[in-house]
C-alpha cells in the first residue's frame, strides 16, 4: 500500500508519480538553489531596512507617517533593485497595479507599444483594444502592438518600425498567460529591453512581472526594466497577503503611480495599511519558497501527464520562466475530471465538486477549481480551462510543493477512474 492509499490515490497512480519524481532530482535542486538566493535576498533587505516589531502595527485614517509601510516600500525597492516601490492594500488585484503604472505614466497624445503581441485579456479594456469607460484610449493615448515571429522570437524589424517620437510607455508581459507562446525569461527581457533604448533612450520599459516572480534569481528590474508590476495574491504575496500589488520602479515613475492612486500632492505620504502589514511581510520572506513549490509541482505535473500522451506547455524539460502549467486533455470529460482531482485536494472547499458555468467575457463555459484561503489566489493550488477543445487546463500554485504533487496525483486518479488515461488500465 502506498502512502497516499489513504488519500484516495491508488498503486498505479503514485507508481507514475514516482517514476516522474525519479526523473526530476536535479532540477529540483536547481530550483532550492534559486530560492534560497531569493530567500537571502528578501532576508537580507529586511534586515537592512530594519523592520521591527512596529513595522507590523499598521495604521488607520489618512496613515500619515506609516513606518510598516514605508519599511516594506523600502524593502520591496531593494529586492526588486529599484529607486522605489508602491506596495499597497488598496491596490486592489494586478490588472488595477498594471492600470495604474500604465495610466499614471502615460499623458494624452502618447502612445502604448506592446513588441510581445496581445497582452493579457483584462489589460484590453485598460488600453481600450477593446472599447471601454475610462481606457487609455478614451484619454487620447494610442495603442501599437507587434507581435511576435511564428517561432516566438521578437520582430526586431518590427519593433524599430513601430517606436517613433510619440512612443513613451513600452509594455512587456514576461508570463505566456493564456497564451500558448513561450514565457520570456529575464534575459530575453533584457535583450529587448537593451534593444528598445538603444532606438530611444528616454522610453519607459514596463515590465508585467505577474506569474514571475522568484522564479528566477534575476527580476526584470535588473535587466533594465524601469518598473516591474504584479499582485500580491500571486507569487510575492506567498499565499499570506490578503490582497494587493506592487509597482516598483525608477523614483519617477512610482511618484506618478502613487499621485494617481491617492492624489496629486498627496501621492505615496497617505493610505493606511490597516490589519493587512504583517500577512504581506510574512507573505513577502515567505515567497522564494512558495514560488519554487509551485515550481515543482508545475514541472512535476508536466512530467507526469506529457508520458501518458497529454501535451504539455512548457513541455517536461523546458526551462521554466513562471509557474503556469497547460495540459491538452482532449476531451471535455477530461477537463472536468482534472478539476474535480485538483478541487477534491484543496484544505478549503475540498468537498464540492467544480462545474462549468457561464463566465462574463467568456465564449465558452469554463470550469475551475480552487479552494484557496485567499480568495481568488492563485499561488494557491488552482486549476481552469475553457470546455472547448483542444480542452486545456491551466494549472497553477501550491503553497507547498506536497500539496501540489498532492493535488496533481488527485487530479490523475480522477481521470483514471473515469477511463480517460489509455495507459493506466481502470483494473490495475
Ligand atoms: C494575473 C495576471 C494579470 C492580472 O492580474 P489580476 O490580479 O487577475 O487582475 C495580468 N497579467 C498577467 C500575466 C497575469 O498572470
Known amino acids: 500500500?502506498?502512502?497516499?492509499?489513504?488519500?484516495?490515490?491508488?498503486?498505479?497512480?503514485?507508481?507514475?508519480?514516482?517514476?516522474?519524481?525519479?526523473?526530476?532530482?536535479?532540477?529540483?535542486?536547481?530550483?532550492?538553489?534559486?530560492?534560497?538566493?531569493?530567500?537571502?535576498?528578501?532576508?537580507?533587505?529586511?534586515?537592512?531596512?530594519?523592520?521591527?516589531?512596529?513595522?507590523?502595527?499598521?495604521?488607520?485614517?489618512?496613515?500619515?507617517?506609516?513606518?510598516?509601510?514605508?519599511?516594506?516600500?523600502?524593502?520591496?525597492?531593494?529586492?526588486?533593485?529599484?529607486?522605489?516601490?508602491?506596495?499597497?492594500?488598496?491596490?486592489?488585484?494586478?490588472?488595477?497595479?498594471?492600470?495604474?503604472?500604465?495610466?499614471?505614466?502615460?499623458?494624452?497624445?502618447?502612445?502604448?507599444?506592446?513588441?510581445?503581441?496581445?497582452?493579457?485579456?483584462?489589460?484590453?479594456?485598460?488600453?481600450?483594444?477593446?472599447?471601454?469607460?475610462?481606457?487609455?484610449?478614451?484619454?487620447?493615448?494610442?495603442?501599437?502592438?507587434?507581435?511576435?515571429?511564428?517561432?516566438?522570437?521578437?520582430?526586431?524589424?518590427?519593433?524599430?518600425?513601430?517606436?517613433?517620437?510619440?512612443?513613451?510607455?513600452?509594455?512587456?508581459?514576461?508570463?505566456?498567460?493564456?497564451?500558448?507562446?513561450?514565457t520570456l525569461s529575464v534575459a530575453r527581457i533584457g535583450e529587448l529591453i537593451s534593444f528598445i533604448k538603444n532606438i530611444k533612450p528616454d522610453v519607459i520599459c514596463m515590465v508585467d512581472n505577474c506569474y514571475g516572480e522568484f522564479v528566477e534569481d534575476r527580476e526584470p528590474s535588473d535587466v533594465g526594466a524601469d518598473m516591474v508590476v504584479g499582485s500580491l495574491i500571486k507569487n510575492p504575496g506567498g499565499g499570506l497577503a490578503p490582497i494587493g500589488g506592487y509597482i516598483a520602479g525608477t523614483k519617477e515613475c512610482v511618484e506618478n503611480a502613487a499621485y494617481r492612486l491617492t492624489s496629486p500632492g498627496l501621492g505615496k505620504e497617505v493610505g493606511a495599511s490597516l490589519t493587512a502589514l504583517p500577512s504581506m511581510y510574512q507573505g513577502f520572506f515567505l515567497a522564494p519558497t512558495v514560488t519554487a513549490g509551485a515550481l515543482k509541482g508545475a514541472i512535476f505535473a508536466a512530467n507526469l501527464y506529457e508520458p501518458l500522451g497529454f501535451p504539455c506547455v512548457p513541455d517536461r524539460n523546458e526551462s521554466r520562466h513562471d509557474i503556469i502549467q497547460a495540459i491538452t486533455l482532449g476531451s471535455a470529460e477530461g477537463l472536468q475530471a482534472f478539476c474535480r482531482g485538483i478541487q477534491f485536494a484543496a484544505p478549503v472547499d475540498g468537498f464540492v465538486t467544480p462545474e462549468p458555468w457561464d463566465m462574463p467575457g467568456y465564449d465558452a463555459k469554463v470550469i475551475m477549481a480552487a479552494g484557496a484561503f485567499?480568495?481568488?489566489?492563485?499561488?494557491?493550488?488552482?486549476?481552469?480551462?475553457?470546455?472547448?477543445?483542444?480542452?486545456?487546463?491551466?494549472?497553477?500554485?501550491?503553497?507547498?510543493?506536497?500539496?501540489?504533487?498532492?493535488?496533481?496525483?488527485?487530479?490523475?486518479?480522477?481521470?483514471?477512474?473515469?477511463?480517460?488515461?489509455?495507459?493506466?488500465?481502470?483494473?490495475?
Not at 510598516?68 to 490588472?95: K, N, S, W
Request: aromatic share 8%.
Open 1 to 182: 500500500m502506498n502512502p497516499l492509499f489513504n488519500m484516495g490515490i491508488d498503486d498505479a497512480v503514485y507508481a507514475k508519480g514516482e517514476e516522474a519524481l525519479g526523473r526530476l532530482e536535479e532540477r529540483f535542486r536547481q530550483i532550492d538553489r534559486i530560492a534560497e538566493q531569493n530567500q537571502m535576498k528578501v532576508l537580507k533587505a529586511m534586515q537592512d531596512n530594519h523592520v521591527s516589531e512596529a513595522c507590523l502595527y499598521g495604521t488607520t485614517g489618512y496613515g500619515y507617517s506609516d513606518i510598516g509601510r514605508e519599511t516594506l516600500e523600502r524593502v520591496y525597492a531593494d529586492v526588486f533593485h529599484t529607486e522605489d516601490a508602491l506596495v499597497r492594500p488598496q491596490i486592489t488585484c494586478g490588472t488595477h497595479a498594471l492600470a495604474l503604472a500604465l495610466m499614471s505614466n502615460l499623458r494624452p497624445g502618447d502612445e502604448l507599444l506592446s513588441p510581445v503581441g496581445k497582452p493579457y485579456d483584462t489589460l484590453e479594456e485598460v488600453i481600450g483594444i477593446r472599447p471601454s469607460r475610462g481606457s487609455l484610449a478614451e484619454y487620447g493615448i494610442t495603442y501599437r502592438q507587434v507581435n511576435l515571429l511564428p517561432d516566438g522570437s521578437f520582430d526586431y524589424e518590427g519593433i524599430r518600425k513601430a517606436v517613433h517620437e510619440k512612443t513613451r510607455v513600452v509594455t512587456i508581459q514576461r508570463s505566456k498567460g493564456y497564451q500558448t507562446r513561450p
Open 374 to 428: 485567499v480568495s481568488g489566489s492563485s499561488i494557491e493550488l488552482s486549476a481552469d480551462g475553457p470546455l472547448k477543445p483542444p480542452y486545456h487546463v491551466y494549472f497553477q500554485g501550491g503553497l507547498t510543493w506536497f500539496h501540489a504533487k498532492y493535488g496533481i496525483l488527485r487530479s490523475l486518479q480522477e481521470m483514471k477512474n473515469d477511463g480517460l488515461v489509455k495507459s493506466l488500465s481502470q483494473t490495475d
